[in-house]
Protein backbone atom coordinates (compact mmCIF):
# COMPACT_ATOMS: atom_id res chain seq x y z
CA UNK A 1 0.00 0.00 0.00
CA UNK A 2 3.23 2.28 0.87
CA UNK A 3 4.17 2.34 -2.71
CA UNK A 4 0.50 3.66 -3.93
CA UNK A 5 0.19 5.84 -1.65
CA UNK A 6 3.63 8.14 -2.86
CA UNK A 7 2.96 6.70 -6.75
CA UNK A 8 3.10 9.78 -9.00
CA UNK A 9 0.89 8.42 -12.50
CA UNK A 10 2.58 11.87 -14.16
CA UNK A 11 5.49 10.38 -15.50
CA UNK A 12 3.84 7.07 -16.86
CA UNK A 13 1.41 9.46 -18.22
CA UNK A 14 3.62 11.48 -20.14
CA UNK A 15 5.67 8.40 -21.21
CA UNK A 16 2.51 6.81 -22.59
CA UNK A 17 1.47 10.06 -24.56
CA UNK A 18 5.08 11.14 -26.18
CA UNK A 19 5.02 7.42 -27.48
CA UNK A 20 1.49 6.79 -28.66
CA UNK A 21 0.14 10.56 -29.05
CA UNK A 22 2.91 12.42 -30.11
CA UNK A 23 4.68 9.96 -31.42
CA UNK A 24 7.81 11.64 -33.04
CA UNK A 25 8.22 14.65 -30.79
CA UNK A 26 11.60 15.60 -30.86
CA UNK A 27 11.96 17.03 -27.44
CA UNK A 28 10.00 13.97 -25.51
CA UNK A 29 11.86 11.05 -27.60
CA UNK A 30 15.29 12.91 -26.10
CA UNK A 31 14.35 13.00 -22.57
CA UNK A 32 13.28 9.46 -23.34
CA UNK A 33 16.15 8.44 -24.80
CA UNK A 34 18.29 10.33 -21.78
CA UNK A 35 16.01 8.86 -19.15
CA UNK A 36 17.92 6.33 -16.82
CA UNK A 37 15.38 5.02 -14.80
CA UNK A 38 13.79 3.16 -17.96
CA UNK A 39 15.22 -0.28 -19.39
CA UNK A 40 17.45 0.57 -22.20
CA UNK A 41 14.64 -1.37 -24.47
CA UNK A 42 12.27 1.64 -23.95
CA UNK A 43 15.36 4.11 -24.14
CA UNK A 44 16.67 2.30 -27.56
CA UNK A 45 13.25 2.76 -28.78
CA UNK A 46 13.57 6.63 -28.47
CA UNK A 47 16.50 6.44 -30.18
CA UNK A 48 15.30 4.63 -33.19
CA UNK A 49 12.21 7.11 -33.41
CA UNK A 50 14.34 10.27 -33.56
CA UNK A 51 16.94 8.64 -35.72
CA UNK A 52 14.33 7.02 -38.47
CA UNK A 53 11.97 10.02 -37.85
CA UNK A 54 9.41 7.35 -38.42
CA UNK A 55 6.74 5.52 -35.86
CA UNK A 56 6.88 1.07 -36.31
CA UNK A 57 3.98 -0.49 -38.26
CA UNK A 58 2.02 -2.93 -35.70
CA UNK A 59 0.12 -4.29 -38.90
CA UNK A 60 1.65 -7.52 -38.85
CA UNK A 61 1.32 -8.12 -35.37
CA UNK A 62 -2.20 -6.41 -34.73
CA UNK A 63 -3.74 -8.50 -38.00
CA UNK A 64 -1.93 -12.04 -37.43
CA UNK A 65 -3.99 -14.79 -37.93
CA UNK A 66 -1.11 -16.94 -36.70
Given at each position: M???QHFNPAPVHRLWHALYVHRLNP???KGI???D???EGW???AVWRQESGRVEDWRNRLESTA
Open positions: AFFSELAARALARRH
